[in-house]
């Protein structure tokens, strides 16, 4: 059921997942093909969202991790490794607007890593969101920040 203030397409048990992870976990957000039940990790459903939906409704409720180098990774492309899925520029979009209204001084810093590599880390995060999103490469991983006190986001 609807909450105020809570994006109502993030289903329970991924509100229970961000309320549960700590500073550093990482989440993944996972494209239609990603093969996100092989993973080992726990896998929330989301068919009828795309990535860039999912991520723009967690990042109005996780920080991002900004004692991290790193606040996010995608994957590379097999075939054009130097040159970023057009999909990433949105990711990035999203990334840099909540993290510079929350008080960076800078965009968020986003890691590319090989396909396989990608698998590795997706197997060490805290669970992950298979989306229906149709766009190769809609994959990103997030790291979990640190809120203060004060309830801000804390930046280094
Ligand atoms: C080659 C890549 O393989 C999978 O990991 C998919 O998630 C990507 O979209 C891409 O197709």
């Known amino acids: ?19 549960t992870m700590g500073h550093g976990d990482e989440l993944l957000i996972a494209d239609a093909n990603f093969p996100a039940s092989s993973q080992g990790r726990d896998v929330i459903h ?3 969202s795309s990535a860039t939906d999912v991520l723009a409704a967690i990042l109005k409720l996780l920080p991002l991790d900004s004692f991290a ?33 929350d008080g960076a001084k800078r965009p968020a810093a986003v890691e590319r890593v090989d396909r396989f590599a990608f698998y590795d880390r997706a197997k060490t995060t805290y669970a992950i969101v298979a989306t229906g999103e149709v766009r190769l490469y809609g994959n990103i991983i997030v790291k979990k920040g640190v809120i203060g006190g004060d309830g801000k986001v804390v930046m280094l």
């Not at 059921?1 to 048990?13: D, E, N, T, V, Y």
């Open 1 to 19: 059921m609807p909450l105020k203030g809570i994006p109502s397409i993030l289903p329970p048990a991924l509100l229970s997942v961000l309320a």
């Open 46 to 48: 989301m068919q009828g």
């Open 69 to 101: 180098e790193y606040q996010a990774t995608v994957m590379k492309q097999v075939t054009a490794p130097d040159e970023d899925a057009p999909i990433v520029g949105d990711f990035a979009s999203l990334l840099d607007a909540v993290y510079l209204a």
